[in-house]
């Protein structure tokens, strides 16, 4: 037999799976359907591979493909910072992240990190599915390959993910509908702002939008207009153009932005000195706590990214190691954070 020569990377191609499943198979590792294991012992056996080579266990490898944060939002830095605490906290069995960027501007370099994270040969995988199309394309790759996969901070529905960490986007929006109301008066409008280049193919902005306007139909307070503002892109000239007319042809009571860029709309108002206005955003970090400080953001609506991080991780690695299954579904819990209450969200 021609035992020295065959590699796990043989038995993969001739079982047409990836080489992550066959070294979960022959290291006993996360889940695998019974006829694939079957079926890549059998062909490990009729080569005379051996798998004494491989009693003592790699690494785990493991692949998170996030929006590369930048100095206007840095929000994203904070899931990296969970999942590499998270890391180095894991005792129970070594494990290797690698983290792989991709442009929250660009859908194709999020294709190209994707292709890049397959390429790494992860036994899992944690991603923000903020593309929809690009997305469902990456996971049906992943599940082809039998790479599980969790999804953090946006659920993408009709795929196969182990499990999703993050906020309900729906019953968020409902959330800042619920502040908004009880803080204007009844007959003001109310603006919400999307500050994204294509808001269609983000589905927790559009999920967010859904549970916003839900609220009032379903008997808030608020009779004014529910005015939808979008704005493709962060510039000052963007925001200007889109909500100088509105702002003076409205009875503008409240802006609702709904992504973690509220600090820039308090920043456009500071700017034409409109002080009227209650902003509700959301995502707690640098640029939003420095006007929430300033009562110039009034409310966030606040999820833990570190936390889903850490948990996505912590996740991932029982669910390959012991075998132990996570909530397919894993809401965190809704918060609303102001000037007075920001000490305690730290806490």
């Not at 903020?130 to 946006?154: A, C, G, K, M, W």
């Not at 700017?271 to 420095?290: L, T």
Request: include cysteine; proline fraction near 3%; charge should be negative.
């Amino acid at each position: 037999m021609r035992t020295n020569k065959v590699t796990i990377k043989d038995i993969a191609k001739l079982a047409g799976v990836s080489i992550g499943t066959v070294d979960r198979v022959f290291h006993n590792r996360g889940e695998v359907a019974q006829q694939t294991r079957d079926k890549i012992l059998r062909i490990a056996a009729d080569l005379g591979y051996s798998n004494d080579a491989v009693r003592e266990p790699r690494p785990l490898k493991i692949v998170a493909v996030m929006p590369s944060p930048d100095s206007e939002n840095t929000f994203w830095n904070l899931h990296r910072n969970g999942i590499m605490q998270q890391a180095s906290l894991t005792s129970d069995c070594r494990v290797d992240v690698e983290i792989l960027d991709f442009s929250m501007h660009d859908e194709s370099d999020f294709r190209e990190k994707a292709k890049a994270a397959i390429a790494l040969n992860p036994d899992g995988v944690i991603y923000a599915p903020v593309f929809q199309d690009e997305s469902l394309e990456f996971s049906v790759d992943l599940d082809r390959l039998n790479i599980p996969y969790i999804f953090v901070d946006t659920i993408l529905n009709g795929t196969n993910q182990i499990s999703y960490i993050g906020e309900d986007a729906y019953q968020s929006g409902r959330v800042a509908a619920s502040i908004i109301d009880f803080g204007v008066s009844p007959d003001k409008d109310i603006l919400m702002v999307n500050i994204a280049r294509n808001i269609g193919s983000m589905p927790h902005l559009a999920a967010r939008n859904q549970g916003f306007l839900s609220y009032f139909m379903d008997g808030g307070r608020n009779t004014g207009l529910k005015i939808s503002v979008d704005i493709p892109s962060a510039d000052f000239e963007a925001i200007d153009s889109r909500l100088q007319h509105v702002l003076s042809h409205n009875n503008v009571g409240a802006i609702w932005v709904s992504n973690s860029k509220g600090y820039i709309v308090a920043q456009y108002l500071d700017k034409i000195d409109r002080k009227d206005v209650v902003i509700v955003g959301y995502d707690v970090y640098e640029k939003n706590i420095e006007y929430l400080r300033r009562n110039k953001i009034n409310f966030l609506v606040a999820q833990r990214p570190s936390e889903q991080g850490r948990r996505a991780l912590r996740a991932m690695v029982d669910y390959l190691a012991k075998h132990k299954r996570p909530m397919q579904t894993d809401f965190q819990r809704v918060e609303v954070v102001n000037a007075e209450t920001l000490r305690y969200y730290f806490d």
